[in-house]
């Protein structure tokens, strides 16, 4: 049964640090990995997709790394900014008879002040 | 093109009633997935409708079930409502066919049902 951990569960940080979010996963056996964003009481904004062929994608700030073989996600944010305060959180896709079941981690809360 | 729309956004139920739940997925999107969002639980995958058949279902009670139309759009219920079913219940889609960003999933706002 796949599992999907996130680390550290809270962060809090100042305006303009570059941090990194962490997710590991039990079964390397993944088809691909999401990044998604929540805000409070919303739905989940998706922000980066990496295919279990790729080792990284990049948007704007946001670059995302994976490593299939040691079961491991990170979420790089550059230069965070206070509209960067949700949660985030990384999802899992096993592929095959999966079809539309991902599989969560328990989310990251970021905190940035100014 | 329009996102994923979920009615209604907001239900306060008691304990022991029946809801109905609603999702349109984005246009061209076959595959509509469900899950529910809990403090303690996190997020879960209740089950998914792909042209109108489950293809896939999580570990709920029999109490949950869904259905999906010819155009895409689908329903869940829970039938005799615990106080436990109170979540923030989220629908997704997606293209769900094999190409580079298959199973790319986009998520509604979702529906915050209070069971009383």
């Known amino acids: 049964k796949q599992e999907v951990t996130q680390i550290p569960a809270a962060l809090s940080v100042p305006e303009g640090e570059n941090l990194v979010l962490n997710c590991s996963f039990t079964?390397?056996?993944?088809?691909?990995l999401q990044w998604f964003r929540q805000d409070p009481g919303k739905g989940l904004t998706s922000l980066l997709l990496i295919q279990s062929s790729q080792r990284e994608q990049t948007s704007g700030r946001l670059n995302a790394s994976l490593d299939k073989s040691s079961g491991r996600s990170t979420l790089y944010i550059a230069a965070s900014q206070p509209g960067d305060s949700a949660t985030y959180l990384c999802?899992?896709?096993?592929?095959?008879?999966?079809?539309?079941?991902?599989?969560f981690g328990q989310g990251t809360i970021l905190t940035v002040h100014p | 093109k329009a996102g994923v729309t979920q009615t209604p956004r907001y239900l306060i139920k008691t304990r022991g009633q029946q809801v109905t739940l609603s999702c349109s997925p984005i246009?061209?999107?076959?595959?509509v997935s469900w899950y529910q969002q809990t403090p303690g639980q996190g997020l879960q995958f209740l089950f998914e409708y792909f042209s109108e058949t489950q293809r896939n279902k999580g570990n709920f009670p029999g109490r949950f079930s869904g259905r999906q139309f010819s155009n895409s759009r689908s329903e869940m219920n829970v039938s005799t409502l615990e106080l436990g079913d109170s979540a923030l219940y989220l629908c997704?889609?997606?293209?769900?066919?094999?190409?580079?960003?298959?199973?790319?999933?986009?998520f509604g706002p979702g529906t915050r049902l209070t069971v009383t």
């Open positions: 997704a889609s997606s293209l769900s066919y094999r190409g580079a960003r298959s199973y790319e999933q986009y």
């Open positions: 999802a899992v896709h096993a592929g095959g008879t999966s079809y539309g079941k991902l599989t």
């Open positions: 079964d390397s056996a993944i088809y691909n």
């Open positions: 246009s061209g999107h076959r595959s």
